[in-house]
DNA sequence: TGGAATGTTCGGCT
DNA sequence: AAGCCGAACATTCC
């Protein structure tokens, strides 16, 4: 579920009935299911499960904001919990916060259920694949500082900057994290698409006018991604539990051996980074793209 | 049956 | 050093 816009659509949709809540109570639904199970989620949580449960109980929720891909909710000094503490969530593939009117597991594999004060619903944290975390700061936001800037903070300036000091094929390059944080391979191959430019190309290679063109061609595409409530292309949803529309304006993600809207050339899937990679082959050249203009305007008509 | 899926991290290689 | 690759993590879906 979670590229930038739809943590940042999770974490809109956390605040109505999030902000100022108190944590009354944690469950732990699968942690005695089976054997393996409190390993698990020792992973999910990153430590003991009673731990987590007992520092988070009686604490109250003082902000919620998105960090690239992650959901920071800061929360105020209360019985357990050390001051400055932070609950940090990454929702990995496919974790799911949803509000809920009940305090039993609504689905399989739903991890923790936060009761709340004054607020007749529960907050549900369910995740099938487990790549999703849990964890629990205080003030040491090293993580965080890992990574690099929020592709909508930074400048067109410093955006050409890094990326002409960089070697990597963009595809890469906007993958990882440490050059942006919040793009994934859906907003990756769409920016690009945007931008015209082909996933291989090299950063340090690019003129400042493509360059250009990519920074804005990843802000219009996250800004359209955000206001259309993300993609949901499995089972996304926020945490009202409704669904994301921006997968109908997809141009290429998903879209193999589909026609381009463009210039209806075939879409094409490729590997880099070890993930699926898709694009245009006619709009999004190596070397010089967009060549086919007038030929691509006259196929559309048709 | 095998492969792929919106993510991150690791070790090994060039 | 920088970049690349594959594997691992765990589960579901086609």
Redesign the pocket.
Known sequence: ???LP?VETVVRSLRPQLLGRRITAVELPTRAMNGSSGN?LQRLLSGPPEVFQERLCGARVKGIRRY??NIVMTLDRKGNLPAGSSLLI?L???GRLVFEHVPEPLR??THVIFSLDRSGCWLHFSD????GKLRLMGNDFH?LNRLGPDPMEISCDEFCRRLHS????LK?LL?D?RFLRGL???YADESLARARLHPAAIGARLSRRRSAALYQAIREVLAQAIALGG?S????VDAAGRAGWFQQAHQVY?RTGEPCFRCGAGIRRL??????THYCPRCQRAGRPQARETAARGRMAR
């Open positions: 579920m979670p590229e739809e698990l690239g891909k990454h990995g593939m496919t399989p594999h099938p694949r487990r790549f993580e960089r070697c990597a094929r890469s993958l994290q994934g391979n859906i993609s292309i499995s089972s996304y998903g590997v880099i980074a070890s993930r699926s």
